[in-house]
Nanobody, 115 residues
Framework: QVQLVESGGGLVQPGGSLRLSCAIS????????MGWYRQGPGKQRELVAG???????EYADSVKGRFTISRDNAKNSMTLQMNSLKPEDTAVYYC?????????WGQGTQVTVSS
């Protein structure tokens, strides 16, 4: 059974940084396209950043230049480095793994940006 476990969320002041991590178990990590999604209060879940199995990346316009996604296939893990955080980045952040019709989600981690 594939499991995704996020860590690294928390409370940070505007302009601060956080680093989210996602660990995957139960399958061959390198075969999956990975991504971070977020869902803010009263909003739909949206893609924040994605990274393919060949490490091609994509970002939402709202986070370009501030967030960096990366993966370590040897450690079965993915990270999201978030810099220059803004109050509008406040959301529950979810780790996602996709391969063909398979689609897995983590339980989510709360990120709150507030002074």
């Amino acid at each position: 059974q594939v499991q995704l476990v996020e860590s690294g969320g928390g409370l940070v002041q505007p302009g601060g940084s956080l680093r989210l991590s996602c660990a995957i178990s139960g399958s061959i990590f390198s075969n999956y396209a990975m991504g971070w999604y977020r869902q803010g209060p009263g909003k739909q879940r949206e893609l924040v950043a994605g990274i393919s199995s060949s490490s091609t990346t994509e970002y939402a316009d709202s986070v370009k230049g501030r967030f960096t996604i990366s993966r370590d296939n040897a450690k079965n893990s993915m990270t999201l480095q978030m810099n220059s955080l803004k109050p509008e980045d406040t959301a529950v952040y979810y780790c996602n793994a996709k391969k063909g019709i398979l689609n897995y989600w983590g339980q989510g981690t709360q990120v709150t940006v507030s002074s």
